[in-house]
Structures are given as structure tokens and as C-alpha cells.
């Protein structure tokens, strides 16, 4: 099976940092992905990480370790919009997406 | 049309009964998925088409159907709808089979009672 695991919840102050880690197990591994998700819409894509490292992209970036089985997503100068559920998915190879629960993430003013 | 769109947006339906929801993309993807997403336990996969034509299971297949005959269409049908299936079901499609972004539609939230 695979097992996909990041925190439920985080909250931080607007214009801070926020980190969010996912760490998996999978049978296979072929991308990561982060989406965020806000209350009562569609996930939408954040960023794909398929080599070890940072992707940056604005004000987020995503980092991935395949030896370690570990990502994570650097939300940096957090406005009130950033308030939303973060899901890490992985394409374990066989043609489908993982989903880990999410991170359900409130900036506060 | 542009993306994916989802039908109904809402529904409430009599255990027993028979309920088929709609998914349509016009962005000429060959993949195509169903999600369920129940608060807890994320987004989960249904079933998956990886061109039109076939079908595969997901993780939680048991007690829905789907059929993929064209390029555009994806329907979801649940033949006998049980209070379990109470969830909201998000449709979803991406250009390359499992590699590429997939792009989600609405979603429909439906109710079992």
C-alpha cells in the first residue's frame, strides 16, 4: 500500500513562514506533487518535484529528498488568501496519484 | 466549455437508488480519474481511464461503475447508492497518464440518506 503522512493543521501569522511536511512510502516513485485546496473548490496545482532539491516558484517552493522519502512545501510571506488545505500526492508509477490527507493551514492577521 | 466540468453540483438521494455523475473535459486529455474526498481521510481514487476505451480500479472501486467511450466524457454511476457513498466526488483528467498535472473539476457533493 502506500502510506502518506503530513500534519493536519498549522497556523501562522500573516507575512510569516510556513513549512509543510509529507513524508511517503510507496511501492514505487515516479513525481511528487503539492495542490491546495480551498474550502469547497477543486484542488488546484501548486508544484511537481521529480528530482531531489527546491523548485521555486513565487512565493512557494517545494523541496524533495527521494533517499530520505521526504518533501516539503516553504509557503513564504503568508497572506490571508494562503488560508487552505495543502494535499502532497505521489505518482508511485503505476499511473496513479496518492493522496496524502492534507494540511489544513489559517493565517491569522 | 473550458476545463473540466462536473454535473449535478449537489444531490440528495434515497438509498437504493441509482445515480450516474457527469464529468467533461475539453482539453483533450487522455487521462481521466474519479475521486472521493471524506474529511480525514483526503482525496482518494476511484477509478481511471488511461485513454478512452479503458478502465481501471482504484483504491476504493467497490459499489461504483465507469465507462469511458470517448475522449470527453467520464461518467461515474453508483448502481445502488448506500449512505457510505455520502462524500464529494471530485472528477479530474491530465495529458499524460500519472506523469502530468491533473486538473480537478467542481466537484459534486452528494448525499445518501
Known amino acids: 500500500g502506500q502510506n502518506i503522512d503530513q500534519p493536519t493543521e498549522m497556523t501562522a501569522t500573516e507575512g510569516a513562514i510556513v513549512q509543510i511536511n509529507c513524508t511517503y512510502q510507496?511501492?514505487?516513485?515516479?513525481?511528487l506533487f503539492w495542490y491546495q485546496q480551498h474550502a469547497g473548490e477543486a484542488p488546484t496545482f501548486l508544484s511537481y518535484?521529480?528530482?531531489?532539491g527546491l523548485e521555486e516558484k513565487g512565493r512557494f517552493s517545494s523541496f524533495l529528498s527521494r533517499s530520505k522519502g521526504y518533501s516539503y512545501l516553504l509557503l513564504k510571506e503568508l497572506q490571508m488568501k494562503d488560508s487552505a488545505s495543502y494535499l502532497c500526492?505521489?505518482?508511485?508509477?503505476?499511473?496513479?496519484?496518492?493522496f496524502g490527507a492534507g494540511t489544513t493551514v489559517t493565517v491569522r492577521a | 466549455i473550458a476545463g473540466i466540468t462536473q454535473a449535478p453540483t449537489s444531490q440528495i438521494l434515497a438509498a437504493g437508488r441509482r445515480m450516474t455523475l457527469r464529468c467533461t473535459q475539453d482539453?483533450?486529455?487522455?487521462?481521466m480519474y474519479w475521486y472521493r474526498q471524506d474529511l480525514g481521510l483526503g482525496l482518494r481514487l476511484i477509478h481511471y481511464?488511461?485513454?478512452?476505451?479503458?478502465?481501471g480500479k482504484g483504491e476504493v472501486p467497490d459499489g461504483y461503475s465507469v465507462s469511458r467511450a470517448n475522449t470527453d466524457d467520464f461518467p461515474l454511476t453508483l448502481a445502488s447508492a448506500v449512505p457510505s457513498q455520502t462524500s464529494v466526488y471530485f472528477c479530474?483528467?491530465?495529458?499524460?497518464?500519472?506523469?502530468?498535472?491533473?486538473?480537478f473539476g467542481p466537484g459534486t457533493r452528494l448525499t445518501v440518506l
Open positions: 510507496t511501492s514505487g516513485f515516479n513525481g
Open positions: 479530474a483528467s491530465s495529458d499524460s497518464v500519472g506523469g502530468g498535472e491533473q486538473f
Open positions: 518535484n521529480v528530482l531531489d
Open positions: 482539453m483533450r486529455h487522455n487521462a
Open positions: 481511464s488511461n485513454t478512452a476505451g479503458t478502465t
Open positions: 500526492a505521489v505518482n508511485n508509477g503505476d499511473y496513479k496519484l496518492s
